[in-house]
């Protein structure tokens, strides 16, 4: 009885939160139970991936790792394509020092805009239902800096001002769109030309697990094995954030839907390069773990499919874990990098210690899988 209460008020808390479609890529059709929410046909105009085809090259899975539960140097860095330390300073300096010249309707929920500067270049501006959701996205973000995960979109605060040269042309647009006065907004870069993810077969079936066995990462092509190191980081990351906007919730739903998982994967998109792109992380961290006792279970089930790392992430939780200040080394590189930091806030010392504990948590994982599968 208590798990379906919890499973009941999980539901109730997800379409209260959900967006509906991504703030990064092209809206995507509404998928397991957010079809509840009625969403119009003129929003369902995304594409799916191309089918994978039988004749893709198949990796070798012996030297998929290179000891223990760590994918190999050859997988690791092959897989390391995504949004560099100078990508994403350039972008920022942009996203705060460049006119914007529209903003329309777009990027999920209906308080949030997709917005053009004057190069057209076009990012996600999110409002979102209270500044928290705004937080949120923000610490994700510069938590998976911390992390050295690089899949997800460079972000910038910036406070809404009619008055000043970057918001003066879109001032009609603003006093249509019911904001707070000058309310601080994420700026997310815009990434094109993206599609859909569906979990991957390992982590697909009845038995769920992406473990360091011949079965795991059998009839696997190399395509798929360069992904499934960036799915590694993506449950980690997940799991310290609490997520429950993208993984969690497609556990959730296959009470309803036994087939959500050959689905596309909410907020989860994938690069014409083949880099995964996690975006739309607003249920990170602050409401994430506000609403954590409804989700927890869903967030170690996820956890518990997982036992092979990429071994510089694993190193980075290790340290985090070492120094018990994993909440102040997010604070300090907040601070340095988003000007906006100290009039924005941050977590509570309550979520502080959560953070912690869930780095903890992740550690004493990966330990246990060290141990199981060690040589």
Not at 43 to 49: D, H, I, Q
């Amino acid at each position: 009885m208590r798990i379906a209460l919890l499973a009941a008020q999980a539901l109730i808390s997800l379409l209260a939160f959900s967006p509906g479609s991504s703030s990064s890529s092209p809206p995507s059709k509404d998928k397991t139970f957010r079809t509840l929410l009625a969403v119009p046909a003129s929003a369902e105009l995304g594409r799916r991936s191309a089918p994978r085809t039988s004749s893709a090259p198949r990796a070798a899975p012996a030297r998929a790792l290179a000891q223990d539960v760590f994918w190999s140097d050859r997988l690791d860095g092959a897989s390391s394509a995504g949004f560099s330390d100078l990508h994403v300073k350039r972008w920022q300096l942009k996203a705060r020092s460049s006119r914007l010249v529209s903003l329309e309707r777009g990027c999920g929920r209906v308080s949030n805009r997709l917005a053009r500067f004057s190069d057209g270049t076009r990012a996600c501006l999110r409002y979102g239902i209270n500044p928290d959701q705004v937080l949120g996205e923000t610490l994700s973000f510069y938590l998976s800096r911390l992390l050295g995960i690089r899949n997800v979109p460079a972000l910038a605060l910036s406070r809404v001002n009619t008055n000043t040269e970057q918001w003066l042309r879109v001032r009609q647009d603003i006093q249509g769109s019911q904001w707070a006065d000058t309310p601080i907004v994420s700026l997310t870069e815009w990434i094109s030309n993206l599609t859909d993810v569906v979990t991957p077969p390992p982590l697909r079936t009845e038995g769920r697990r992406l473990h360091p066995l011949l079965e795991d990462l059998a009839n696997v092509t190399n395509q798929e094995m360069l992904e499934l190191v960036q799915w590694s980081d993506l449950i980690l990351f997940d799991y310290l954030t609490a997520n429950f906007d993208r993984l969690a919730s497609n556990l959730l739903s296959l009470q309803w839907d036994s087939r959500v998982m050959e689905r596309s994967t909410n907020n989860l998109h994938r690069t014409a390069k083949g880099a995964l792109v996690f975006i739309d992380n607003e249920a990170g961290l602050v409401h994430g773990y506000r609403v954590l006792p409804m989700w927890d279970r869903y967030h170690e089930a996820l956890l518990n499919t997982l036992c092979i790392f990429r071994k510089k992430t694993a190193k980075k939780i290790a340290e985090l874990h070492k120094s018990q200040n994993v909440a102040n080394q997010l604070l300090e590189q907040y601070r340095a990098s988003e000007p906006l930091a100290f009039q924005m806030g941050f977590l509570s010392e309550e979520h502080a210690e959560m953070l912690q504990n869930r780095t903890d948590r992740l550690y004493k994982h990966i330990l246990q899988c060290k141990a199981k599968y060690s040589k």
